[in-house]
């Protein structure tokens, strides 16, 4: 049994069956890319994932616990992270605090009364931070403000972000939508880094072939709200369905 | 020093040798001179100085830190003035459980309001937060007369019960405020040459409470409570996806903000113990909004200058009347001066609103981040010209 296991979800916006029927088991210590065109329902399914949406009939658990019905910072406190499309970041504070935040809510927890204590003397954590820093090589960007930093640097803070907290499972949302190859490639780098370390699962969605194929141990593809298709990487390629439906080629 | 970084403890220092030295630093000119009208050292203005510097410092917290824009904070002030009101009239004319109490009463009234009026954000907050402090006003004045005593205000009487202490003092009066003896409107002055200083207890007690106030503020704004605070102003999504639950981080900054409210509110009416309706008003809320603004929101000190900004202006620009005026400009020809007067006639005395408008206006377009941003500016064009000094090469980069 996977670490994230997706049964018979089904999710209609009104008239629009976005996702139907969906099932999906996730293998823990493993990358695996959902794929699909435009429309598909990538979206969605991750927005059931993490708690934004609660599919109409189905179920999504995760390590055997159900996360339907918890709110965002529940499930994340469960240990799942999540990478957004458009890079979420703190863009008001410096890098240093924002990488304090999480650092905060992982030993803390949802909420702390620490209002008499200073960030500054939280040395231990401070230290983690840091530490998480200079791995995705951004400690000299450390007392800069967020907001002012190029979109790479901006992703790779937050995906620096979801990292310290150590979650189990990491959802990426088209981690290098609108990004110049140079950095698509070290967005790839970097991920391949956080896959060698070890104990993390992941869960890609992405429009980039590129990213996806020289990531991924497994591939999921959705048409139209229902997976098409589940395999390894290689066998994805040659699938004659999934070249019709998703790469737009006839067989 | 405190548990404060160097910086922030000489700021606390310059704030508490201003706020000691404020009856000097008030009154620089000599009294009965002509410009002795612009002296604002007397108590009844410094008190007002630091008990609103307390009322912004706590509005800050909730705004600047978090950006959630309360509108009804001056319902806090009002239940802080009206609770001190009636432990002078049931318990004792000792300043201190009446203070406490109007704490108290205001951080439950903030729990309340606070818990209802953050389901929602932005706009709908601030509307609901409006509602909320209109409605306190109109039961103060109307439903509530039996607590509040309506549109008269609740006043101190010779009938009051008052357990500890007596209704009526040694010479047939109401008693007055005092911290364990120390009367609140005693007064010490002295007299240095043409100049009159004036020290008051009442002040020093304000002032001392403000200091306690500004160091817990900077206290929550270096705390990890308060980096969750920016944190909420900043991206609301990505906190709930770090695993932060941002409805406890505002509700707690809403009730220490509402506390605060009820602090000055509390030596209000310590300071002259009676209290009205119209304290709660609107204008009373948006008051708060401007002097933080003016000052500058989410800066520490911001909100102090802001508040006795205003405050100088509600009390010493009102003051200037056309005799004034016509003191002022009685060297220029008989024609030229009534011109002068009729021309500057708008913008003092009963018009002082309208410069303060002006001047609100002028902060907000020019300097965003309120009069601390200027003070900074200028910081940095006197370190400029500095380094321009010291090193020719400086002069070749660009300005910004």
Redesign the interface.
């Known amino acids: 049994m996977g670490i994230l296991e997706v049964k018979d979800v089904n999710k209609r916006f009104g008239g629009l069956q976005a996702l139907g029927n969906v099932n999906l088991s996730v293998a823990d210590n493993t990358v695996h890319a959902i794929i699909g065109p435009n429309g598909a329902g990538k979206s969605t399914l991750l927005n059931c994932l ?1 708690g934004k949406l609660i599919p109409d009939t189905g179920s999504v658990m995760f390590d055997g616990q159900s996360v339907l019905g918890r ?4 499930i ?2 469960m240990g799942i ?2 990478v ?1 499309q458009t890079p ?6 410096t890098v240093m ?1 924002n990488m ?3 650092c ?3 030993r ?13 003397s ?1 040395k231990a954590l401070r230290a983690r931070a840091e530490e998480m820093l200079a791995e995705v090589k951004m400690l000299d960007k450390r007392d800069m403000h967020a907001a002012s930093m190029s979109r790479g640097d901006k992703r790779r803070l ?1 995906m620096a ?1 979801c990292l310290v ?1 150590e979650p189990r499972l990491l959802l990426l949302d088209e981690p290098t939508a609108g990004m110049a190859r140079a950095d698509t490639n070290n967005t790839i780098d970097l991920l391949k880094d956080i896959k060698a370390r070890g104990n993390i699962t992941m869960c890609i969605i992405e429009h980039d072939m590129h990213v996806v194929f020289s990531l991924a141990d497994r591939i999921t593809v959705l048409a139209q709200g229902t997976p098409l298709v589940e395999d390894t990487p290689a066998n994805i390629k040659g699938h004659p369905k999934v070249r019709e439906a998703y790469l737009g080629e006839s067989a | 020093m405190f ?1 404060l ?1 160097k910086k922030d403890t000489t700021l606390l220092l310059i704030v508490a040798v201003l706020t000691m030295f404020a009856p000097f630093i008030l009154n620089p000119f000599p009294a009965g001179s002509g410009m002795a009208q612009f002296n604002a050292g007397y108590p009844d203005l410094m008190q007002r100085f630091v008990i609103f510097g307390i009322f912004a410092i706590g509005f800050n917290i909730l705004f600047g830190l978090t950006g959630y824009l309360s509108f009804g904070h001056a319902a806090f002030l009002g239940v802080g003035s009206y609770s001190a009101v009636w432990m002078f009239k049931l318990l004792s004319m000792n300043v201190i459980p009446a203070i406490i109490l109007s704490v108290i009463v205001a951080g439950v009234f903030a729990l309340i309001i606070g818990f209802v009026s953050l389901r929602r954000s932005g706009i709908y907050f601030s509307i609901l937060t409006l509602a909320f402090a209109q409605m306190s006003f109109a039961l103060a004045y109307s439903v509530l007369t039996p607590i509040t005593n309506g549109e008269t205000g609740l006043q101190l009487s010779l009938s009051d019960p008052r357990i500890l202490g007596t209704s009526v003092s040694a010479d047939g009066g109401i008693p007055v405020t005092s911290l364990f003896g120390i009367e609140m409107r005693s007064t010490a002055e002295m007299q240095l040459g043409p100049w009159l200083f004036q020290f008051n207890a009442g002040y020093y007690l304000c002032a001392v409470l403000m200091l306690v106030a500004f160091y ?1 503020a900077i ?2 704004f ?7 605070l ?2 909420v ?3 609301q ?9 941002a409805r ?2 505002t509700l ?1 900054a809403f009730v ?1 903000s509402g506390m605060y409210a009820g602090l000055a509110g509390g030596l209000l009416a310590s300071m002259d113990p009676l209290a009205g309706a119209e304290r709660m008003q609107w204008t009373a809320s948006g008051e708060v909004v401007l002097m933080t603004i003016l000052g500058g929101a989410g800066t520490l000190i911001g909100p102090v200058l802001g508040a006795g900004f205003i405050k100088y202006f509600e009390n010493i620009f009102s003051k200037i009347n056309d005799n004034v005026l016509h003191s002022w400009f009685a060297f220029m020809p008989d024609g030229l001066e009534d011109l002068m007067v009729t021309i500057v006639h708008p913008f003092v005395g009963k018009g002082w609103s309208l410069t303060l408008g002006l001047m609100f206006m002028a902060v907000v377009i020019f300097l965003p981040g309120g009069l601390v941003e200027g003070g900074q500016k200028i910081g940095k064009m006197f370190r400029r010209k500095k380094a321009v000094d010291g090193t020719p090469s400086a002069a070749k980069t660009p300005a910004e």
Request: hydrophobic share 40%.
């Open positions: 993490v709110k965002p910072y529940e994340n406190q992270s999540r957004f979420e970041i703190f863009g008001d504070l605090e304090m935040i999480p905060l809510a992982r803390d927890g949802s909420f702390r009364m620490h209002a008499l204590a200073s960030v500054f939280e937050e972000m907290q | 548990g970084d817990l206290r929550i270096r705390s990890p409570f308060g980096l969750m920016r944190a102003k900043s991206n999504q990505r906190m709930n996806y770090t695993g932060l639950n406890p981080y707690a220490i």
